[in-house]
T-cell receptor, first 116, second 114 residues
Framework: NAGVMQNPRHLVRRRGQEARLRCSPM?????VYWYRQLPEEGLKFMVY????????ESGMPKERFSAEFPKEGPSILRIQQVVRGDSAAYFC??????????????FGPGTRLTVL | SQKIEQNSEALNIQEGKTATLTCNYT??????LQWYRQDPGRGPVFLLL?????KEKRKERLKVTFDTTLKQSLFHITASQPADSATYLC?????????????FGKGTLLTVNP
């Protein structure tokens, strides 16, 4: 059973370009979470999605960032007009149901975004 | 504001000894606390979860304690091995209905020397 898959693993963009990060959850998981890890910082929650629904985007910057989890295909985290401060590792996690004490989140390997 | 602190950025111990890592938090009432392991270039891997009403949890060579009065968790690895070398992350859940939302500490880099 494949784990959470993310691609690309490394992404380099110039300032002003768009970055698209993809996440395929574990088989049988319908809940996806995105986290960001800035250099020298802990992982920070960004957004929680179920199929075709954004449940909680309270951790996501209001501008330039968006996320989706369509009925078919991977979840996408999109960053428009990237700036140097967006350089970070972006991790996706999935769970079978809404993660509680009984159902933990499984993390992917992350996408390392570098903005030149 | 809410804050999570892991006792040190790095911890070096000798193989066979017990490693003890600390996680302190302020302005939180977490529903549960988790410990993860993260290797370089990889995502966090879940190790153990302890609920607010539990004092201690064990899994093989791992033990976690949770003191909600002190607002502290201790993570122990007994009979440590070089393969245990990694960064260990403490993560707290939100309480009050959104406990899927995890907040992580910066981690402690553990090195077990042979």
């Amino acid at each position: 059973n494949a784990g959470v898959m993310q691609n690309p693993r490394h992404l380099v963009r110039r300032r002003g370009q768009e970055a698209r990060l993809r996440c395929s959850p574990m088989k049988g998981h319908s809940h996806v979470y995105w986290y960001r890890q800035l250099p020298e910082e802990g992982l920070k929650f960004m957004v929680y999605l179920q199929k075709e629904n954004i449940i909680d985007e309270s951790g996501m910057p209001k501008e330039r960032f968006s996320a989706e989890f369509p009925k078919e295909g991977p979840s996408i985290l999109r960053i428009q007009q990237v700036v140097r401060g967006d350089s970070a590792a972006y991790f996706c996690a999935s769970s079978r149901s809404e993660a509680t004490g009984e159902d933990t989140q499984y993390f992917g390997p992350g996408t390392r975004l570098t903005v030149l | 504001s809410q804050k999570i602190e892991q006792n040190s950025e790095a911890l070096n111990i000798q193989e066979g000894k017990t490693a003890t890592l600390t996680c302190n938090y302020t302005n939180y009432s977490p529903a549960y606390l988790q410990w993860y392991r993260q290797d370089p270039g990889r995502g966090p891997v879940f190790l153990l979860l302890i609920r607010e009403n539990e004092k201690e949890k064990r899994k093989e060579r791992l033990k976690v304690t949770f003191d909600t009065t002190l607002k502290q968790s201790l993570f122990h690895i007994t009979a440590s091995q070089p393969a245990d070398s990694a960064t260990y992350l403490c993560a707290l859940s939100n309480s009050g209905g959104s406990n899927y939302k995890l907040t992580f500490g910066k981690g402690t880099l553990l090195t077990v020397n042979p």
